[in-house]
């Protein structure tokens, strides 16, 4: 007999190439991630839609603002809540270059955003359970090579330093 809780969470986690307008919503969120490039921050950009809508975008602010918690998720999230004067972003789709840190997705989860995409998977290990995350979260890799380039370029040039 199964745990009553594996039946009960389920994290959706799908390779898919994209298409075409998930690929430009996805730039969007690479042209954030540009801006942190620029200000020597971790190049991480999101962008939150509704409908086709953009709702709020956001990028790494973490060294620029000496706050461990500026992460271009929080920040969208952040704006998206302030924008449309509520905490529950459950019509709402996240696009982030970055697959988001264990931090980022308690925030996606408690704002009910229930489809994220992001641009290229994050090396780091993941500090949560995939298995045990809500089944209302549906996780896409786009596998984007200009997202992992942007993030390889900035190491590289950071270790140059």
């Known amino acids: 007999m199964n745990n009553l809780y594996d039946n009960m969470f389920m994290f959706h986690v799908e390779h898919r190439v994209g298409d075409n307008m998930n690929k430009n919503k996805m730039?969007?969120?690479l042209n954030?991630?540009?801006k942190a490039y620029k200000l020597d921050e971790i190049p991480v950009g999101c962008v939150i839609f509704r409908e086709n809508e953009i709702i709020?975008?956001?990028y790494n602010k973490k060294e620029s603002k000496s706050n461990a918690i500026l992460?271009?998720?929080i920040i969208a999230i952040e704006k998206a809540c302030?924008?449309?004067k509520s905490w529950r972003l459950d019509d709402c789709v996240m696009f982030v270059t970055l697959e988001p840190c264990m931090m980022c997705m308690g925030a996606i989860l408690e704002s009910r955003i229930k489809t994220v995409?992001?641009?290229t998977k994050n090396n780091n290990e993941q500090m949560y359970d995939i298995n045990k995350l809500s089944k209302n979260i549906k996780l896409f890799n786009l596998d984007d090579d200009e997202c992992s380039k942007i993030l390889?370029?900035?190491?590289k040039n950071r270790r140059k330093k």
């Open 27 to 29: 730039m969007l969120a």
């Open 32 to 34: 954030e991630a540009r």
């Open 56 to 58: 709020a975008c956001g």
């Open 71 to 73: 992460h271009a998720e």
């Open 82 to 84: 302030k924008k449309l």
């Open 117 to 119: 995409y992001y641009g």
């Open 152 to 155: 390889s370029d900035f190491f």
